[in-house]
T-cell receptor
Framework: GEDVEQSLFLSVREGDSSVINCTYT??????LYWYKQEPGAGLQLLTY?????DMKQDQRLTVLLNKKDKHLSLRIADTQTGDSAIYFC???????????FGKGTSLLVTP | DTAVSQTPKYLVTQMGNDKSIKCEQN?????MYWYKQDSKKFLKIMFS???????INETVPNRFSPKSPDKAHLNLHINSLELGDSAVYFC??????????FGPGTRLTVL
């Protein structure tokens, strides 16, 4: 199938904002998701956005959705070293019974 | 009070063996899933069950057989293990086709 695309690496300084971008494939996806995976750990749901929304803010996290371009972004304000992890974008195409993940963006936060 | 649990966390075995991974969720969700994460961190759906019925069966070798004894459990049995089966296997659950919650993962190493 088609791929959900993400850049593989991002490095930011502590206190700066991080922006992780994603291009998804299926315009029928009802929800779009961001998951976080810390080293050796499982997938933690960070946030999600309903497809009829343009933006969602949740504390330090802001999700922007551009349906026309099928572009999703995650902004983390005041990035901390504990935010270092892999961030996965995911769409829920077709029946919605499976998530189609991007390859993940490794975020490194340096002091 | 873990929502989605998997056992074992680590599994090391020889080629040709048969092994099972168990998954349980106490969230009252109707739908459960198995995903495989390869060495490059790529996540791909394997199976999806809704109310104990198989909904999705992606291109997975028939050596892999999911079994759902009840709505709270979805076990994964693997016959004749091969080197390429080495990966991290994640179980997840969701209320119908909504947000999925993941277990901690089972790291399978085939020698």
């Amino acid at each position: 199938g088609e791929d959900v695309e993400q850049s593989l690496f991002l490095s930011v300084r502590e206190g700066d904002s991080s922006v992780i971008n994603c291009t998804y494939t299926d315009s029928s996806s009802t929800y779009l998701y961001w998951y976080k995976q810390e080293p050796g750990a499982g997938l933690q749901l960070l946030t999600y956005i309903f497809s009829n929304m343009d933006m969602k803010q949740d504390q330090r996290l802001t999700v922007l959705l551009n349906k026309k371009d099928k572009h999703l972004s995650l902004r983390i304000a005041d990035t901390q070293t504990g935010d270092s992890a892999i961030y996965f974008c995911a769409e829920s195409p077709n029946s919605g019974y499976a998530l189609n993940f991007g390859k993940g963006t490794s975020l490194l936060v340096t002091p | 009070d873990t929502a989605v649990s998997q056992t074992p966390k680590y599994l090391v075995t020889q080629m040709g063996n048969d092994k099972s991974i168990k998954c349980e969720q106490n969230l009252g969700h109707d739908t459960m899933y198995w995903y495989k994460q390869d060495s490059k961190k790529f996540l791909k759906i394997m199976f999806s069950y809704n109310n104990k019925e198989l909904i999705i069966n992606e291109t997975v070798p028939n050596r892999f057989s999911p079994k759902s004894p009840d709505k709270a459990h979805l076990n994964l049995h693997i016959n004749s293990l091969e080197l390429g089966d080495s990966a991290v296997y994640f179980c997840a659950s969701s209320p119908e086709q909504l947000t999925q919650y993941f277990g901690p993962g089972t790291r399978l190493t085939v020698l």
